[in-house]
Every structure is written in C-alpha cells, then in structure tokens.
Nanobody, 127 residues
Framework: VQLQASGGGLVQAGDSLRLSCAASGGTFNIRAVGWFRQAPGKEREFVAAIRWTGEGTVYTDSVKGRFTISKDNARTTVILQMNSLKPEDAAVYYC?????????????????????WGQGTQVTVSS
C-alpha cells in the first residue's frame, strides 16, 4: 500500500485547509485510514480516522466540531477538512493505513494499528 498525503500549506488562524490522502496498491487490504500530526519537539498524535467503508469515524477531542474526515470511494482517497484552524494545529500531518480489523472505529486512534504511512504534509497556522 502506498499513501500520498497532500494539501498542506500556510494559513492564518480561522482559515481552512483540505488535506488528501490518496491510497494505491493493495487497497483491498485497508481497513481504516487515519490522520496523525507531529509538531516540533512533540510526539506524533492522533487526529482522526475513518473506516475504509466510509462508515465509522473517530476524532481527538481538540478537533471535534472543526475537522471532518471523509472518504471518496470512487478515488480511494481520504479527505481531512480542517476548519477554524488554530496555531496549535500547526504540525506535519501524516496519513496512515491500517489493515487489521477493529471491533469499533475508536480503536483506530491507536498508532500501533497502522501498517503504512504517507510522507507527511506541513500545516502552518499563523496567529
């Protein structure tokens, strides 16, 4: 499985960005795609995840109501729509693909479930 993350950029606080994670090669193995982020000097943290069927999502508390994760089934692409961005959202955003089956979507918040990773895309938010 190959993942290509894109859509990052420099925005002002309150603006929006749309990140994309395009999957290819063996996508039939994917069970969920998640977005994680890593700010300088911090560990990588979970942001949002969605089951590959497009049903079942989970978000970290700090982005609930501002970020929306969705799947474009026709293009095997997962979208992270980020609205009302804050300076604390600035980080390198990575998408990962999990091939294991989880009983509930919230399990996909666990980084250890992810087998494949994209290269990351930088999100910078100025105040």
């Amino acid at each position: 499985v190959q993942l290509q993350a894109s859509g990052g950029g420099l925005v002002q606080a309150g603006d929006s960005l749309r990140l994309s994670c395009a999957a290819s090669g063996g996508t039939f193995n994917i069970r969920a795609v998640g977005w994680f982020r890593q700010a300088p000097g911090k560990e990588r943290e979970f942001v949002a995840a969605i089951r590959w069927t497009g049903e079942g999502t989970v978000y970290t508390d700090s982005v609930k109501g501002r970020f929306t994760i969705s799947k474009d089934n026709a293009r095997t692409t997962v979208i992270l729509q980020m609205n009302s961005l804050k300076p604390e959202d600035a980080a390198v955003y990575y998408c990962g693909a999990a091939t294991g089956v989880a009983l509930a979507a919230h399990f996909y918040a666990r980084e250890t479930l992810y087998d494949y990773w994209g290269q990351g895309t930088q999100v910078t938010v100025s105040s």
